[in-house]
């Protein structure tokens, strides 16, 4: 089993940064890339962008691109959305998802929430 614990959400102004942790506890050497996703009130959940476990590669959603960065810190097992410029249609409850055993995104973290005001 894998343990996700998201943090570092909260309210920021348009145009302004935020940092969230994606935390992994539990089997870790068996994460092959971690996710991150959000979710709008009334709106289906959105890719955001991933990272394999390694920390090498990532990818992005268009929407992100340029604005969002993931990495990750080896020694803590946690990764991170830094988050730059943000707009209020990036208000959303964000989440990090582990591929574990081939199983593609089939651990969850509670979610955090980004409130992005204007």
């Known amino acids: 089993q894998v343990q996700l614990v998201e943090s570092g959400g909260g309210l920021v102004q348009a145009g302004g940064s935020l940092r969230l942790s994606c935390a992994a506890s539990g089997r870790t050497f068996s994460i092959s890339s971690i996710g991150w996703f959000r979710q709008a009130p009334g709106k289906q959940r959105q890719f955001v962008g991933q990272?394999?476990?390694?920390?090498?590669?990532?990818y992005y959603a268009d929407s992100v691109k340029g604005r969002f960065t993931i990495s990750r810190d080896n020694n803590k097992n946690t990764m991170y959305l830094q988050m730059n410029n943000l707009k209020p249609e990036d208000t959303a409850v964000y989440s990090c998802?582990?591929?574990?055993?081939?199983?593609?995104?089939?651990?969850w973290g509670q979610g955090t929430q980004v409130t992005v005001s204007s």
């Open positions: 998802a582990a591929t574990v055993g081939g199983q593609v995104y089939n651990n």
């Open positions: 990272i394999d476990w390694s920390g090498i590669n990532t």
